[in-house]
Every structure is written in structure tokens, then in C-alpha cells.
């Protein structure tokens, strides 16, 4: 029987509000001050609220998570070539090209879908000053892996945790890897203040730094002592994100439950494959990721994609098309699909499912129940 679809659109992420009143407060205080950008009251709070919570010690709070990167290779001085990856967000490689660095792209993982560590290596020359890796979908990257190429070869080493908030290997939190991390808190993200992003570092001076980039190089009323960006947080985004970040235990108790059903449902179908981290690894809790074998599943993912929408479940192809298959960076050598055949089936398989955690058990359920009933290629060619 053809599931009764839903009457809105059910789609991948819904941002996690506080209670408007809470809100509402800190909003009276900043209207109270007039104090509403350069590091006010909200911007401080919120600083130290997250290097509280994510255990890391220098963290430098940005209007996105795009500016925050581009500060990070400011920063750390790349230049010439940094190897990145495919298969992320455009913002990822584009942050390169802004800072007149090619990118060089290395395949990833056929499982993890991370950059691949041994792709890595063969792809240094004279001109590579760093590494870009992405924690996709929250599911960390081989880091030790790749510091040791980093120390080898001298290269500095950025990852983009835009979708790794709370991510944890064993008990270190993610943002303590590399030279410098980025955080997004876009308003699709687990964690937000509707724009926002962060860099966690482990050099103070490296945070300083950062600092000064991040405010037009501005030391103090007389002095500009480098060529910054406006990257500042502003108060009503901190504020926003101190109340978001007072109900995120709960949103991942919600999301944890979500994914528990998911997982107890989806087992039952054929050529349907869960991304799952590994087991020394604290889910982020992001994204519910699922790939498509179009063999084993009788449906390919880009039918199951297009079949989800009559019953008004809207999925995301993250990441397709890849990154070295924009019209900007087609061109470069390492953009060929031969070179990145994993990053390439990657692409044409990955679905992202509805995901957040004011969806009720019965409506995952739903959903389940149109995966199931699109994947029944008997029924759906009776139509």
C-alpha cells in the first residue's frame, strides 16, 4: 500500500530554536547597552561559553564559518598549492581560491569518505604549503595519519569541522587536531546562531593573531599592524547562540534517539547503507547519511531522491556534484575522475535523510515507510 504522504515538506535539517522569551532577554540587554558589534558583552560570553564546552582552549569567534577559514590561511601564511578535497562544500575550496592558493585535489576514503591520507602524499610538490581536510559529516579524518605527513613534508594542516560540532576520537575533542580548525554555526547546523562560525587553535599566538585578522589588522586606536577582514561575530548572533547552546544536550538526546530508529528500520532494506562513525568516535549527530547501492537497493539514488518528493520528504545530494566538477576548478590536473574514482561513486550514491530533533518517532517511521515503498521497484513501475 502507497504511504499517505506528508502535508508539508519534511525537510534534511530545521534549526534548533530556544524559547523565544530567553531570547528575547538578551536581546533587552544589548538594546539596553547599544553595544550591538566588536567584541560586546554577548561576543565574550559566547567565546568562553565554547571553548568551555568544546574543550578548547583558544577559539576566536566569526560571522561564518567561510571568513573563519579564509582568516586560517591568512594566518597560518599558505600560499602556492594546499590539498583538499572533492567531495565538501563549496565554501572548502573556494576559501582557497580566494586566498590565491590551487587547490589540489586528492580522493577520499572509499568507506569513510574523508580525504584518504594515501592520496595525499604522491600529490606534494615544492609548491604545496598545506593540507585542507573536512571531518564529513562529522566523522573525523585519519588525523594522525595525515600530521604525519604534515611534520614530514613541513606543510601546515587546516580541517573544516563545519559538520563536527561536540565530535570527539576517544576523549579528545575535534577542534585540538591540526594547526587550526574552523567551526560553522550556519543556521543548519547541530550548533548555531543563525550566521557564525569559529577557528580553534592551539597556539595562543596563533589566536592572536587570528584576532587581528579578524578586525582589519586593528591593534588599537593608532595602530594597524596587518591587512585584516571584518570577520567579527556580532552581539545579536552571540546571543542567539548562548540560548542555543543552553537546549543542545537536549537536541542530541533528540537526534540520538532519531538515528537509534532509523538505524532499526533501514537494516531491513536491501543495498541501503547507513554512514556510521567508528567506534572510538562521538557522532556529531549532524547529519543521517545513507548510501545507495543502485544493484542491491533495485533503485538508484538520484529515483530515490526524486520518488522522496511525492510524499513531500526532501533530500539532499551532499555532496554532488563534486567540487572539482564546478566550471571553476574542472580545468585543474587533479580535478580528473580517473584520479578520484571513490570521491566520484561517492557522489552518486550519498542521501542525507531528514534529520533534527523536533521530528516525532512517528514521522521517521513515515519516512521509512517511503523508502521502503520506493524501493519497490514492482510498485512504483505500477504507477
Known amino acids: ?22 531570547f528575547v532577554g538578551r536581546l533587552e540587554a544589548i538594546w539596553n547597552s547599544g553595544w550591538l558589534t566588536n567584541f560586546g558583552p554577548q561576543h565574550k560570553q559566547l567565546e568562553a561559553a565554547l571553548s568551555a564546552h568544546l574543550a578548547c582552549p583558544n577559539m576566536s569567534l566569526f560571522n561564518n564559518g567561510t571568513i573563519a577559514l579564509i582568516v586560517a590561511c591568512q594566518a597560518l601564511r599558505l600560499s602556492g598549492e594546499v590539498i583538499t578535497t572533492p567531495f565538501t562544500f563549496p565554501a572548502t575550496t573556494h576559501v582557497l581560491q580566494w586566498n590565491n592558493i590551487t587547490p589540489v585535489f586528492a580522493d577520499v576514503e572509499a568507506d569513510g569518505l574523508n580525504i584518504d591520507p594515501r592520496a595525499i602524499e604522491p600529490l606534494v610538490t615544492s609548491r604545496t604549503s598545506g593540507i585542507l581536510g573536512v571531518h564529513v559529516y562529522g566523522i573525523p579524518c585519519q588525523v594522525e595519519a595525515i600530521d604525519q605527513i604534515a611534520r614530514y613534508f613541513g606543510l601546515k594542516v587546516i580541517y573544516d569541522a ?9 576523549e579528545r575533542p575535534i577542534g585540538l587536531f591540526g594547526d587550526a580548525t574552523m567551526f560553522s554555526f550556519h543556521a543548519t547546523k547541530l550548533f548555531h546562531s543563525a550566521e557564525g562560525g569559529a577557528l580553534a587553535v592551539n597556539d595562543p599566538a596563533l589566536k592572536r593573531r587570528i584576532d587581528l585578522l579578524m578586525n582589519f589588522g586593528i591593534r588599537d586606536e593608532e595602530h594597524v599592524v596587518m ?11 552571540a546571543a542567539l547562540g548562548l540560548e542555543v547552546l543552553r537546549v543542545i544536550d537536549d537536541e542530541r538526546d533528540r537526534r540520538a534517539r532519531i538515528a537509534r530508529i532509523y538505524l532499526q ?14 567506534a572510538d568516535v562521538r557522532d556529531s549527530l549532524q547529519y543521517f547519511v545513507i548510501r545507495i547501492d543502485a544493484g542491491g537497493a ?12 511525492e510524499f513531500n520528504v526532501i533530500t539532499r545530494k551532499y555532496f554532488y556534484p563534486l567540487c572539482s566538477e564546478f566550471n571553476c576548478y574542472r580545468q585543474l590536473p587533479s580535478s580528473s575522475r580517473q584520479a578520484l574514482p571513490n570521491a566520484t561513486r561517492a557522489a552518486s550514491e550519498v542521501l542525507c535523510l531528514p534529520f533534527y530533533g523536533s521530528l516525532g518517532d512517528d514521522d521517521v517511521h513515515r519516512i521509512c515507510d517511503a523508502i521502503g515503498f520506493c524501493l519497490d521497484s514492482r510498485q512504483w513501475s505500477d504507477r
Do not use: Q
Open 1 to 22: 500500500m502507497r504511504p499517505p504522504p506528508f502535508g508539508t515538506p519534511v525537510f534534511v535539517t530545521k534549526p534548533l530554536l530556544p524559547p523565544l522569551e530567553s
Open 162 to 170: 563545519a559538520h563536527a560540532f561536540g565530535a570527539c576520537i576517544g
Open 227 to 237: 591587512p585584516g577582514i571584518n570577520g567579527k561575530m556580532s552581539e545579536l548572533s
Open 265 to 278: 528500520r533501514l537494516r531491513d532494506f536491501p543495498g541501503i547503507s547507513p554512514l556510521r562513525p567508528g
Open 298 to 309: 533495485g533503485c538508484s539514488r538520484d529515483a530515490l531522491h526524486a520518488r522522496l518528493r
